[in-house]
């Protein structure tokens, strides 16, 4: 059996004319004879799939997760998502248009023409320098269109073709902006953090996952714990041990993720930065006024609630009450 189609060999009865042919009222239907001989006959019948048999081709590909176009195509787009975070990391600091003039080499000032700002693939053809003055460029440039790329799918196998995706897409996407402005200047972009605050509540009513209320007590909860942090830590040594930037991150963060995200990501991010902390002062000789930025560490702990976070929370509360 074969593509909907059975080879049949039935026994006929002898006749001085070829005899018409028939098939039983419960056997498939049966397409013409190809050839009789010595009282047996041949025959192709169109046979149809019974409900409890399950072809070895069907369970195989029930066991397999082809690559979908969609999927290739959210990774190409993120790509060039990815391109223009560069631009935004690289200009948002220095309070410079994002939109103009178009992409220059940072040494010597050439434009970059429009093949050699394919994203990743230009980095690779130009082995990492500028086609004009030879100047190596930072390998930070396709690592981020790689992010870009890899979180366009991860965001569509987490939430599929949903608003959800779209929002949720650009929120980490603002978060790669302001993790890396962070570690390079030590500054939260307020023109990212404070008009994310009433676009994350905004978005609250396209979110099932999020309702309105649970976006304003993000905000209160996120962006009152740091203050409170602030505050308290300049009251009993005289300084500030972190910038205001962090309480605006925070409270955007608990306008797109709700309290109870808000709350995982100070516990995500604490115990990463404190373990990122450890290293360096070990590696600096115990230098205890080491300045670590905390936006890197309040994004990856935002990031890891969205994919990981539910589970986690239950998993732990699930050991506190068994």
């Not at 060999?9 to 098939?23: A, L, R």
């Not at 940072?106 to 429009?114: D, M, V």
């Not at 949720?168 to 978060?175: G, N, P, R, V």
């Not at 990981?308 to 009450?321: A, Q, R, S, T």
Request: net charge neutral.
């Amino acid at each position: 059996k074969s593509g909907g189609w059975m080879v049949r060999i039935c026994q006929s009865e002898p006749s001085v004319s070829e005899p018409s042919v028939s098939e039983p009222s419960d056997s498939p239907t049966c397409s013409r004879g190809i050839a009789k001989s010595g009282g047996w006959m041949v025959r192709i019948c169109q046979s149809e799939p019974s409900a409890g048999v399950r072809t070895e081709r069907a369970d195989t590909e029930e066991n397999i997760m082809p690559i979908f176009p969609i999927e290739i195509m959210l990774f190409l787009f993120g790509l060039c998502i990815g391109s223009f975070l560069n631009v935004c990391i690289c200009r948002l600091p220095e309070s410079k248009s994002i939109v103009h003039p178009p992409s220059s080499c940072p040494k010597c000032g050439h434009p970059i023409r429009f093949y050699d700002n394919i994203p990743v693939l230009s980095y690779l053809w130009l082995k990492g320098k500028c086609r004009q003055c030879r100047t190596g460029i930072s390998f930070r440039y396709p690592l981020i269109e790689l992010m870009a790329g890899f979180f366009a799918i991860c965001v569509y196998i987490r939430f599929g073709l949903t608003p959800e995706t779209v929002i949720y897409y650009a929120f980490i996407s603002s978060l790669i902006v302001v993790t890396y402005i962070d570690l390079d200047h030590q500054i939260i972009p307020f023109v990212i953090a404070i008009p994310g605050i009433p676009i994350g509540f905004a978005a609250s009513f396209f979110l099932p996952s999020l309702t309105w209320l649970d976006s304003i007590l993000g905000i209160l909860a996120g962006g009152g714990s740091l203050y409170l942090v602030l505050k308290t830590w300049k009251l009993i040594k005289g300084y500030e041990g972190m910038g205001f930037g962090d309480v605006e991150l925070l409270a955007m963060i608990g306008a797109f993720i709700g309290w109870k995200g808000v709350f995982f990501t100070i516990f995500i991010g604490s115990a990463i930065g404190m373990v990122v902390g450890l290293i360096l002062m070990l590696v600096q000789q115990g230098d205890m006024k080491l300045r670590l930025p905390f936006g890197p560490f309040l994004s990856i702990g935002a990031i890891a609630y969205l994919f990981k976070g539910e589970e986690v929370i239950c998993w732990y509360l699930g050991l506190l009450m068994p």
